[in-house]
Structures are given as structure tokens and as C-alpha cells.
């Protein structure tokens, strides 16, 4: 007599669960990685837009440094800051200006960590940037925001998901400092301008091999 054998209800759930665990794992892995994927992308996009705007400020500038940066973390040359100001925001594409206000005028989704940066970098907190800080939306949603008590540009911060969360420094937003040595005039990427378990913008530049 020949005996079947077949798997029980209960072997059958068991080695379902497995896999839907399993599925699940890999899943949330390979969108960690296409998130990443996605924010690389987003931010050389907008790496790649700044310093072409700096170039072309510099040639409008008859191919001379308009004076414009910061020095150190406690002083500006920003004679020119507000002729270059003007060129800059031309160059980016600008659907929606917040002054100030940004939250409430609709510029920004409401920003509500209580990270504090170290030294100057305390330019930018909870209530200065749904406040008093300067806030541009870009045709593609990316959000450019400025800095309290500093010339724009010599400190911006890009916001590269718009109002999408999670709006935090060093997961999707990133900090730049203008600055000028020998004869160059660029845009530097802030080493401090992050919250716990981000990244902050010289380790992006870094992974994406690109010089700041």
C-alpha cells in the first residue's frame, strides 16, 4: 500500500511566513539602496547647478571673484553680495520666494527638529527657518535656504526634497559655505551641519568623487 505525504496547513504557513519575512528583508534593503541611489543623484544635480551658476557670476564679473565669501566662520567680504544675490537667484529656476515666513507663506513644510549646529553654523534652527530665514523653491522642488544674520549666498543649505520629509540636515538637506582661496572662488561643504546617523556634505562630495 502506497502512503502519500503531504505538507500540513500548519508547515505550509510556517514556510510562508519564512518567505514573507524574508521578502520583506530583502525589499527593505534594495529601497534603502534606491533611496541613496535617488538622493546622489538629487544632490550632484544641485551640486553641479551652484558652481555652474558661480561660474557664470564670475565671467558676468569680467572672469574676476565679485566680493562675495566668507573669510572665516566670523567674517564676510560682501561688498558685492547683493549684485551677485540678484545673478544667482536668475540662474535658478524660481517658482515660489519666501523673505521670511517660509512656513507659513507655503515655501517649506514645517521644520521640526530641535537639532543644534555647532558654532556659526547655528545660523539655521527650528524657528529660523520656518520663520526668518530666506526660502526659494526651484521648478523641481528643491528648496535653496538661506542664512540668518549672512550675506546670500555665503551660507545656503538645499533642501533636495522639498516639502518631503524627513527635512533634516544631512539626510536631505545639505549645508554650503561661499567661500575664496587662491584665486578660486567656491562653494565649500559643511563638516558640521548634520543630525545623528546623517551624512554631512563633504562626506556626500566625498562618495560621489566630487571636489568641493
Not at 564679473?61 to 547683493?82: F, H, K, Q
Not at 549684485?83 to 537667484?89: D, I, N, Q, S, T
Request: charge should be positive; aromatic fraction near 12%.
Amino acid at each position: 500500500m502506497k502512503i502519500s505525504k503531504a505538507f500540513t496547513l500548519a508547515e505550509v504557513l510556517i514556510t510562508l511566513g519564512i518567505i514573507g519575512v524574508v521578502a520583506t528583508m530583502t525589499m527593505s534593503v534594495l529601497y534603502g539602496k534606491y533611496q541613496n541611489y535617488v538622493l546622489k543623484k538629487k544632490f550632484a544635480k544641485s551640486y553641479s547647478l551652484i558652481n555652474n551658476t558661480l561660474n557664470y557670476i564670475y565671467e558676468a564679473n569680467g572672469l574676476s571673484v565679485p566680493e562675495c565669501y566668507r573669510i572665516n566662520s566670523s567674517n564676510l567680504a560682501s561688498t558685492d553680495c547683493d549684485w551677485v544675490k540678484e545673478e544667482f537667484l536668475k540662474k535658478l529656476n524660481i517658482i515660489k520666494t519666501c523673505p521670511n515666513k517660509a512656513f507659513e507663506n507655503g515655501c517649506i513644510a514645517e521644520y521640526t527638529s530641535d537639532f543644534v549646529m555647532p558654532t556659526y553654523e547655528k545660523l539655521y534652527s527650528k524657528d529660523k527657518i520656518n520663520n526668518l530665514i530666506p526660502a526659494y523653491v526651484l521648478n523641481d522642488g528643491t528648496i535653496i535656504l538661506g542664512a540668518d544674520n549672512t550675506k546670500f549666498p555665503t551660507v545656503i543649505s538645499i533642501d533636495l526634497n522639498g516639502k518631503k520629509g524627513p527635512n533634516k540636515f544631512g539626510y536631505d538637506i545639505f549645508t554650503f559655505h561661499l567661500y575664496y582661496k587662491d584665486n578660486k572662488w567656491y562653494f565649500n561643504a559643511s563638516n558640521g551641519a548634520v543630525e545623528n546617523g546623517g551624512k554631512t556634505s563633504a562626506e556626500m562630495l566625498r562618495e560621489l568623487n566630487l571636489s568641493d
